[in-house]
């Protein structure tokens, strides 16, 4: 008997690598972002554009894990999975519920995470334990991770850039956003527009082809910042007197923020009613990202997709906006004008920036109300209840526990 061969295989069998995870018991502490209502927001619309896209535009160069070409083969050969950029919760069910849904249309998953406070390098942390269960899923790409950053340091030269751009260009942008976007006087919005300007930037040089951008914002009327919301609108206010159609839509859909003369140099913000206050933003936002769209060389056409709202506050009037854009680059065939060329080459019609500005005003009318869809239709909430509960008992929460408190009211110590 070969005694260091005996050794060896006892010790291999025994002595591991690295000791095993904790197994925790099931939680049974639920927030805000637990409620039924974030099911509905993952499913019918991040879930749901993110599916739209991988079955249509994004197929053709999206890698397949059955392709013959990469099975049973080394993860470094993965060079096209759909590329993600989240801004996880500690226990990544965001992702957990996009893999869900993308991975019977068989491509590949790699996801780069920004957590303040965890990253999935510091051992025993909730991310830690939660990123080697996402990235042990089949299709997901084992060197996704969660950075122990904020989203907003991407601003600077600093390494939540470098990782940005290691793990890009994105299909998919997530910000589901601790903060708000929308101009108050507690907390300067700056950081957050600053670090939205550096991606589009590395976005539109890098992705050649349409993107997902989700926003998450929390808005409070009654806090609003009024020499910030008007640096906001400056877009807008710029199309007053340039584009009717534009100002008539509007006029429709804030009649107080427009001046009487329709030409006036900043917008109405006295007075206004909480709901125009919170239609302004949305218009304002998605006109800012369509500026700096239009800036861009090549141009990209900016269009507000299926977006929601629900309630937070009722007695400060806040609401959270979950907004989807779809990010499109205007890259034109070379036509040959002169007829020198008798190949026929179309030339290619983009939307022009008064066209897009028309259908977001028409977007924002259309944001449509999660908290009463959910009460006019039970069937529909049961349902979502089910999705909910299987997405949180998949990451270590106690189902029964999570029904209960959802048939309780879904009551939390946060808004």
Not at 154 to 159: K, L, P
Request: aromatic share 8%; glycine share 6%; net charge neutral.
């Amino acid at each position: 008997m070969n005694v260091s061969t005996e050794g060896s295989d006892i010790a291999e069998g025994i002595i591991q690598e690295k000791l095993p995870e904790h197994i925790a018991p099931p939680r049974a502490e639920f927030l805000p972002w637990h409620k039924v209502r974030k099911q509905y927001i993952r499913r019918h619309q991040w879930n749901e554009l993110t599916k739209r896209n991988v079955k249509d535009t994004w197929r053709v160069d999206l890698q397949k894990p059955s392709s013959t070409a990469v099975q049973g083969r080394s993860t470094m050969l993965v060079t096209n999975p759909l590329r993600c950029l989240v801004i996880p919760g500690n226990h990544l069910l965001d992702v957990r519920s996009m893999w869900a849904e993308i991975s019977p249309l068989d491509c590949f998953i790699r996801y780069l995470g920004f957590n303040e406070g965890q990253g999935s390098e510091e051992v025993g942390t909730d991310v830690h334990v939660a990123n080697n269960a996402v990235t042990s899923l089949g299709g997901v790409v084992p060197d996704s991770q969660v950075v122990k950053d904020r989203f907003e340091a991407i601003a600077g030269n600093t390494v939540a850039y470098r990782s940005l751009r290691r793990y890009g260009p994105y299909h998919v942008v997530n910000l589901d956003l601790c903060g708000s976007m929308f101009p108050n006087t507690a907390k300067s919005v700056d950081p957050y527009y600053s670090a939205l300007n550096r991606l589009l930037e590395y976005q539109f040089e890098a992705q050649k082809t349409l993107w997902l951008l989700f926003i998450t914002t929390v808005v409070e009327p009654a806090v609003v910042d009024k020499e910030s919301m008007q640096t906001l609108c400056k877009p807008i206010r710029e199309n007053f007197a340039a584009h009717v159609d534009f100002l008539e839509k509007l006029k429709a859909l804030c009649p107080d923020a427009v001046p009487e003369s329709g030409k006036g140099g900043s917008v109405n913000l006295d007075g206004l009613a909480d709901e125009e206050l919170i239609r302004l933003f949305g218009v304002a936002l998605g006109k800012w990202l369509l500026r700096l769209g239009q800036a861009a060389s090549p141009k990209w056409t900016v269009a507000m997709r299926r977006s929601y709202r629900y309630s937070t506050n009722v007695e400060k009037g806040a609401v959270m906006l979950s907004l989807a854009f779809e990010m499109t680059p205007n890259f034109a065939p070379p036509v040959d004008a002169t007829g020198m060329s008798k190949l026929r080459i179309t030339a290619k019609q983009f939307p022009s920036e008064l066209d897009s500005a028309v259908k977001l005003a028409e977007s924002v009318a259309n944001i449509a109300d999660v908290d009463g869809k959910l009460s006019e239709n039970a069937e529909m909430k049961a349902a979502l209840l089910q999705e909910a509960a299987n997405l949180l008992e998949s990451a270590g929460f106690d189902r029964d526990a999570y029904i209960k408190w959802v048939d309780g009211g879904e009551l939390t110590a946060r808004a």
